[in-house]
């Protein structure tokens, strides 16, 4: 059993670990008897939300943590990281300046998305699609975007095809996937414009189907994202100079033309 110091008021409570009789403790579980007998993946199942996943529920979660590993060197988490490190930053100021730089606009639209899902769809709906409808509409009318939808790059999105896939191998079209899907469609039609289901969306859908709060969204994504932050910052190390700055050529003055400074002419 855990010992509560004495004579102290306890101010922090943790339910996620601790030590016990001396031993680390992940939920219960004594951390060396998950080492070596449960997956990364299982881990993090384990660690957001209390308890060991089942085998469909592992093999859901990695293939939602690989499809957030990379998706190349243009977006703003790994230019930032790879700009922080060329700056002569350690490795570790690096990564967390490209965690730093995600947010509502760069993967924080799981959170939003899954916030959406679980606050706006009451168990009792039956017709799916026409809720769907009526969410689209609402959010039309307050001149809102959904997030979880569009792509600057792909008219569909391959990560969440793939994933849609796998949600039917294991068993996940359920009722917030069904209505992540209804939504596209609903989108699309009403707008006229390619807006598919991306990534985030269906991870989303996914983790709602799971019973994950959507409070852990972003810190999935984060988890997902990091180890490519790191090899993107690796390589910058070991590939290019310090100090990068911008080609000339490639940006450019535009602000208020040259004047002289008042009493200098």
């Known amino acids: 059993m855990s010992k509560e110091p004495q004579g102290k008021e306890l101010n922090w409570k943790t339910r996620v670990g601790g030590q016990v009789d001396g031993k680390p403790v992940v939920r219960g579980y004594p951390l060396d008897d998950l080492v070596g007998r449960v997956s990364f993946a299982e881990a993090i199942f384990l660690i957001l939300k209390g308890e060991l996943p089942s085998e469909r529920e592992k093999k859901m979660m990695e293939a939602m943590l690989v499809a957030c590993i990379d998706n190349g060197i243009g977006p ?7 700009t922080v490190f060329s700056g002569g930053n350690p490795l570790n100021a690096a990564v967390g300046a490209g965690v730093l730089t995600l947010g509502d606009s760069h993967g924080g639209a799981i959170e939003q998305c899954a916030r959406i899902y679980q606050e706006n769809f009451p168990a009792d709906v039956v017709d799916i699609r026409a809720h769907a409808k009526a969410v689209v509409e609402e959010f039309d009318k307050k001149k809102k975007r959904l997030p979880g939808y569009g792509h600057k790059l792909y008219k569909r999105d391959p990560r969440t095809l793939r994933l849609l896939e796998l949600a039917k191998e294991y068993g996940y079209m359920g009722r917030f996937v069904e209505f992540a899907v209804a939504v596209q469609d609903e989108l699309e039609a009403k707008s006229g414009k ?11 859908a996914v983790i709602s189907e799971m ?9 999935l994504f984060i988890i997902g994202r990091i180890p490519g932050l790191v090899a993107h910052v690796v390589e910058e190390w070991e590939r290019e100079k310090p100090f990068r700055r911008l080609e000339e050529g490639t940006y450019a003055y535009d602000g208020t033309p040259v004047r002289p400074v008042p009493g200098t002419r």
């Not at 703003?76 to 790879?82: D, E, F, H, L």
């Not at 390619?194 to 989303?204: F, H, R, T, W």
């Open 76 to 82: 703003p988490s790994v230019v930032a990281a790879r």
């Open 211 to 219: 019973g994950l709060s959507w409070k852990n969204g972003k810190g």
């Open 194 to 204: 390619n807006l598919p289901l991306n990534v985030d969306g269906m991870i989303a």
